[in-house]
Structures are given as structure tokens and as C-alpha cells.
């Protein structure tokens, strides 16, 4: 049984993925260290040779250092500085090996673009320029360590210095063609993701555009019926006081689908319209006070003079969602002050909400306005619908913390000029 668990741990220890940068770096050095003491020992059976125990000794330290590194990243993720480190290692084991096996003269000298093209396809591009740097310094100290007799012997100085300026052409030929590539392709995977989460983000608001055009749909036909009985009993009861009670918010449930039918009619035709942006922030304003009469509300307009915004029916109810949402952040902290703050800056206007409220955990800000999240306070649909809309207006939301530990709500909106 102990047997077993001792051979388990050992497994597990040499358990490396292939699916990221490290685990094939790592991978791929456990070939070369394979190749190495195969061609070492190969060597050494077949001819005499000098530098074996020297050799031996540098794919030893390169054994240990790997042991070392799989032991460090089965419990550590690997960051950019990590597999740069590597790669010089690498870099530094092939530079002793072929010092140790002819220098510039050994025909494998090119395996020193190996790591190049590794850091080019791994790491950002200064990272790969310092990469390349170390390995033309590896190949110009073999070629400055070189004797002068072999140097001179059938002029093959010249050659040597050709070969060191091919394998400078190649660096450059490597860092740059290959780094420029792996940045493209980089560039164009941020964009199809972020394409993709926006497809995704879409869908979602499709289906609760689709499910809030049902409940509506629903709902028309129960509203319709019970105002019919309402209008039978203010005739047969006489304007009684309940039956008044009961026709009020009869009425602004009739008010608010028509509203809804309005806005949908509105968004379909994809209608648009310049607003004043004071104009915008005072409707917040009286919005705030009417609804929230609990809460101090104040607003701040800094360098805003008759600037206008580009605007839909869907801009002021997502506002007032974010609003809200300020509101409710403070009851839950026992607060009672909102700041409604708008400001010009470089062609722009950030129209900002800020509560007093206990904050949003960092995890669920990031996601916060992205997708529908799970909490003890909803699921993060307001924002969500408040942020699709925003963005369909070529704006951006932002939530961030202030120093008091409330939330800044910010609408960041173009200026029509």
C-alpha cells in the first residue's frame, strides 16, 4: 500500500499540462535533457572525449532546476517574468553546452533560435527582445572565445563572422516577424472574445426582452377586465372610497404598459434625439425627489454649458435604474445622501451617481452590468439593461468604489458637437 501512495506522489509530481505556456516549456525541456544524455552517452561510447564530465555536470545543474521548476509550478501559476525566466535559463544551458562542444564551430549553434521563437509566441514583445538580446550575446561570447589558430586556420574568419551575422539576421528575422504575428493573432482573439461576450450578452437581453413582451402580453387582458369591473363598481357603489383606492394603481399599472409598448415601438424604429445634458440631470433630479423622498439628493454640474448628448426613449430609465440602485445601497447602510455630478471632459460627459452604501465585492463588480449575477440584493438585471443601453448609445458604465466605501455610478457619454 505504501508502495502505491510513493509512486502516486511521483506521478503527480511529473503531472504537467500541455494546455499552457509553462506546462509545454517544461514539457519540451524534459526532451532536450532526454536528447542531451542520450547524444552524451552515445558520444562518450563511441569516442574519446574530454568534456564529458563537464557536460554531465551541466545537464545535471539543467535536471535539478527542472525537478525544481515542476515542483514550484504544480503549486504556482507561471506569470510572464516566471517563463521568461526559463527561457534565459534555457538559453544559458545551450550556451554551456555548446561552449563545452566546439563553440560557434558546432553545427547545432542554431538551436539558439529555439528559445526565441518559444519567448516569441509566449511572452510580450520586450520580453522576447531581451530574450534575443542574451542569445546574440551567447553566440558573440563563443565567437570572442574562440582561439585565434582555429579562427585563422583556412581563413575561416570571415566565416565565422558570417555565420554570427546570419544568426543575428535570423534573430531579428524571428523576433520581429514571429512577435508581430503572435501580437496580431493576439489582438484578434481579445476582439472575437469580446465579440463573443457581447453576442452572449445580447442573447441574454433577448430573452428577457422576449420574456418582458410575454408578461405584458399577459398582463393586458387581466388589466383590461379588472378596469371593466372597477367602472361597474364606481357606478353601482357610487364613487365609493376603496373602489377609488383600488382605480389608482389600476391605472398606473394601464399607464406604465402603455409606456412599455411606447418604448419598444421607440427602440424597434431605433430613434434617437439630442438632450440637453442639464436638462437630462434635473429630470434625475426631480425623478429622485419624488420617489425617494427619504433621501437628501443633490447634483453638481461642472463646466456644463447648453452641451448636448445623444439620446433614447431607454437613456433616462436606465439612469433612474442606477439611481435606484444608489437608494437601495444606502437604506441597506442606513444612509440617506445622493450625489448626481456632471462633468465635461475632452468632448464627453460623465454623468455620475454616488451613494453612501457598504460597496460591491470586488468579484461581482467586474461582472457587475455584464451578466446576470446571483445576490442577496437580486440579480443584477437593472444594471445589466442599464449598461446594453449605454453601449448601444456608444457610452460605457463604470462602478468604482470611493473613499467613504459608496459606490460611484458613471455614465461616460459622447458629446453632440
Known sequence: MKDKIKHSSIADLFHLSSNNAIGRLLWLRNASILVQLVL????????SF???NTLSLVIASEVLFQLGCIIYFRKFDASH?????????DIV????????????????????????????????FRYVVLCSLCAIGGYSYM??????????????????????????????VVTFIVGTLMNAITSRQK???????????????????????????QMATPLATLAMLIEELEEELDNHELVTLMSKPLGQCKH???????????????????????????????FAKLEFPDQSITSEL???????????????????????????????????????????????????????????????????????????QGLGIATLLSNATIERLGGRLKLNHTKFGGVVATVELELVT
Open 143 to 172: 565567437i570572442y572565445g574562440m582561439p585565434m589558430h582555429v579562427m585563422h586556420h583556412l581563413n575561416m574568419h570571415e566565416h565565422f563572422i558570417a555565420m554570427w551575422i546570419n544568426f543575428l539576421l535570423s534573430v531579428c
Open 81 to 89: 517574468t516566471a517563463i521568461l525566466i526559463q527561457i534565459l535559463a
Open 191 to 217: 476582439v472575437i472574445a469580446k465579440h463573443r461576450e457581447r453576442q452572449l450578452r445580447a442573447e441574454q437581453l433577448i430573452a428577457l426582452g422576449a420574456a418582458a413582451a410575454q408578461v405584458t402580453h
Open 50 to 52: 574530454d568534456e564529458t
Open 93 to 124: 544551458f545551450l550556451t554551456s553546452l555548446l561552449m563545452l562542444t566546439g563553440g560557434a564551430t558546432n553545427a547545432f549553434v542554431s538551436l539558439l533560435l529555439i528559445p526565441i521563437v518559444i519567448a516569441a509566441v509566449s511572452l510580450p
Open 40 to 47: 552524451i552517452i552515445g558520444y562518450g561510447l563511441m569516442y
Open 256 to 286: 406604465q404598459l402603455n409606456r412599455f409598448r411606447e418604448y419598444s415601438e421607440k427602440v424597434r424604429e431605433n430613434k434617437t434625439f439630442d438632450q440637453s445634458v442639464a436638462g437630462l440631470v434635473m429630470q434625475v433630479e426631480q
Open 302 to 376: 461642472n463646466n456644463i454649458d447648453n452641451e448636448y448628448l445623444k439620446s433614447d426613449v431607454l437613456l433616462l430609465p436606465a439612469i433612474f435604474n442606477l439611481l435606484e440602485n444608489a437608494v437601495n445601497a444606502n437604506r441597506r447602510n442606513k444612509q440617506n445622501r445622493i450625489v448626481i455630478g456632471a462633468v465635461k471632459e475632452k468632448g464627453k460627459v460623465k454623468i455620475s451617481i454616488t451613494d453612501l452604501g457598504d460597496g460591491i465585492e470586488y468579484e461581482k463588480q467586474k461582472c457587475l452590468g455584464q451578466k446576470i449575477l446571483e445576490s442577496d
